[in-house]
């Protein structure tokens, strides 16, 4: 059974709205999840790591102000686009990994800015 | 900075046809290589190898590991159209859970 829930699996914003996307780790409790971007018939570009109780920890040339994300729990991570613009579509995926095993993914999000 | 690179970009085979995927990489503390197939969505995990020379068996699918000459090869035998996907290769650094991961290999089998 799946192991990550992320949702919305895709959404359709207008230019200048925020966006909210949830990350759900359903087996186990998750102190790390990180998230990732596609771009299309790109690879999966690593944009942060979502630390529970702490900020997050962001990869060079990633807007921290841009992409929010909000670790409250140890089974949710949340990233908003904030603002988001037609570049910012793209396929946003999160992921969690267990003491031991191999990163799990979730279905990812399709985001299109109109 | 830590670098995978995958070989072929893309490959086009007939169905019951034998692949094989290209994986080498440039990790610092290596701590493992993972494989992942892509279709349309999320990518799903195949295989993760930690040990040199130990063969990973799946059905049709096997991979292997040489951490001398830092690579891995994924092998498909006996293709079918099911396997047409987007491989992806992933290192894994000892120091972090951080993956980096490679651009894929884009595999299209045909009748």
């Known amino acids: 059974g799946a192991v990550v829930s992320q949702h919305p699996s895709w959404v359709i914003c207008k230019s200048g709205t925020s966006v909210k996307i949830e990350c759900r780790s359903l087996d186990f409790q998750a102190t790390t999840m990180f998230w990732y971007r596609q771009f299309p018939k790109q690879s999966l570009m690593l944009m942060a790591t979502?630390?529970?109780?702490?900020?997050?920890?962001?990869e060079q040339g990633v807007e921290k102000d841009k992409f929010l994300i909000n670790h409250a729990s140890l089974t949710l991570s949340t990233l908003t686009v904030t603002s988001a613009h037609p570049e910012d579509s793209s396929f946003y995926i999160c992921?969690?990994?267990?003491?031991?095993?191999?990163?799990?993914f979730g279905n990812g999000t399709r985001l299109t800015v109109t | 900075e830590d670098k995978v690179v995958q070989s072929p970009l893309s490959l086009v085979v007939h169905e019951g046809d034998t692949v094989t995927l290209n994986c080498s990489y440039e990790v610092t503390n290596f701590r493992s290589l993972l494989w992942y197939k892509q279709e349309k969505k999320a990518p799903t995990f195949l295989f993760m190898l930690t040990s040199s020379g130990i063969e990973k068996k799946s059905g049709r699918l096997s991979s292997i590991l040489d951490k001398k000459e830092l690579f891995s090869i994924l092998n498909i035998t006996a293709t079918q159209t099911g396997d047409s996907a987007v491989y992806l290769c992933?290192?894994?650094?000892?120091?972090?859970?951080?993956?980096?991961f490679g651009t894929g290999t884009r595999l299209q089998v045909t009748l």
């Open positions: 979502s630390n529970e109780g702490s900020k997050a920890t962001y």
């Open positions: 992921s969690v990994q267990g003491w031991g095993s191999p990163l799990h």
């Open positions: 992933a290192v894994e650094p000892g120091t972090a859970s951080k993956l980096t």
